[in-house]
């Protein structure tokens, strides 16, 4: 590939762009004030960069017909082959959300509802779009988006709306919600993981799709829930409504709505909890099982009932946010109000803290689904019978 002048790139920032050689590749290097130096690959958004550079000089008519040259053929390798490359920590925000396998719902996979502003963060800074969690991997971020990304490649949807087109025009709120789907074994039962984020972001990123694949790994099929912020009323409407989609598609879906599970960490706990409380009916969902199980992560919610469903709750002491007084107090109430309950109590995970991996709650979610297969049913009858 033949070499580009040096130019002036501008986002957000003033940058100085020029090309360099990495294992014999040509590749474009970014200096920034801000960021530091940064090498990746040369023409990856071409189009991208034509649109937002300002040039230190014009461009000769040779080199501006060179640039076309490689965005045409960017653009018709997507078109012919799908273009599902897997993605790298070297990789930017934009570059999830423009990710061809995530067409139509990137921007529903990244925690706020207006994340432009993060879209030149790069993956391995993943962190700084979730400030409310903690050990964020950004290699575990990039090993699940990888998964998503060579499912769609395989022909599966990994993506649904659960609110239709009409009730998303009468309430636009609604447009950004949808479940992302991790299929296990066909025919399994089914868990939600309702990612927190103080109801001012859904951290699925780092306490979503990694937990999800996770499960999935284990033979059990797992969504992802994307709710409205800001109101925990509605995001709890949001996770009532999605219950009711799974269990009306179960067969379409390949899932068995016998003993599911509902997860939550911090504010997504508090959805759980709801629901654990008060059923899909308390919001709007219509007169359907409670779970099988829920998982409650490091939440200071404090309700519990006689007919609250088994619990596995965890928290680690050094939380910073969630009161672990308060945790403890509701599982001794939980307790004596006759509900089953396995309390995971670490010491130095933080708030947040996701697969908990590098700390001491690493390993948790293994406790947590062999909690639920406790209770399901053929888990249930095939010990009534070896009894």
């Not at 960021?35 to 958004?45: H, K, L, V, Y």
């Not at 599911?260 to 959805?271: E, K, P």
């Not at 308390?282 to 404090?302: C, N, R």
């Not at 910073?320 to 509900?339: C, F, P, S, Y």
Request: charged share 25%; with cysteine.
């Amino acid at each position: 590939m033949k070499r580009l002048p040096v130019i002036l790139l501008f986002v957000g920032s003033m940058l100085s762009m020029a090309t360099c050689k990495t294992n014999g590749d040509s590749q474009v290097r970014l200096f920034s004030n801000k960021d530091g130096i940064q090498c990746t690959p040369a023409f990856e958004n071409i189009s991208a960069i034509k649109a937002t550079m300002i040039v230190d000089r014009y461009f000769t008519a040779q080199e501006t017909e060179e640039l076309d040259m490689i965005s045409s053929s960017k653009t018709k390798a997507f078109k012919e082959h799908g273009s599902y490359d897997h993605i790298t920590i070297d990789d930017t925000i934009r570059h999830v959300v423009n990710h061809p396998a995530f067409k139509g719902f990137g921007q529903l996979m990244l925690p706020g509802e207006n994340d432009t502003y993060h879209y030149d963060t790069l993956l391995s800074n993943v962190r700084s779009l979730m400030p409310y969690h903690s050990h964020v991997d950004p290699d575990i971020v990039v090993g699940a988006l990888n998964h998503m990304i060579d499912e769609v490649k395989d022909g599966k949807t990994i993506f649904y709306d659960f609110y239709t087109e009409q009730k998303k025009q009468k309430d636009p709120s609604k447009k950004f919600t949808g479940l992302f789907f991790f299929r296990g074994e066909p025919g399994a039962p089914f868990a939600i993981v309702c990612p927190g984020g103080g109801f001012s972001y859904v951290g699925s990123l780092h306490e979503g799709f990694p937990l999800a694949w996770e499960i999935s790994k284990k033979k059990y099929n797992a969504f992802v829930m994307r709710y409205r912020i800001e109101s925990e009323q509605r995001a709890t409407e949001d996770l009532a409504l999605a219950i009711v989609y799974i269990f009306r598609n179960a067969e379409a879906l390949g899932v068995s709505t016998e003993d599911y599970s509902l997860w939550g960490g911090s504010a997504g706990a508090r959805m759980v909890g709801n629901i654990a409380l008060n059923g899909a009916a308390g919001y709007g969902g219509g007169k359907l099982p409670k779970p099988a199980v829920v998982v409650i992560a490091y939440t200071g919610q404090s309700s519990y009932s006689k007919d609250f469903p088994p619990a596995f709750i965890t928290v680690s002491t050094n939380d910073g946010i969630a009161n672990v007084t308060v945790v403890d107090k509701r599982v001794e109430n939980l307790r004596k109000a006759g509900v089953e309950v396995e309390y995971r109590r670490y010491r130095n995970a933080g708030h947040g803290f996701g697969l908990g991996t590098g700390t001491d709650a690493e390993g948790w979610l293994g406790h947590a689904v062999r909690f639920w297969e406790k209770h399901l049913s053929k888990e249930k009858n095939d010990n009534e019978q070896q009894h």
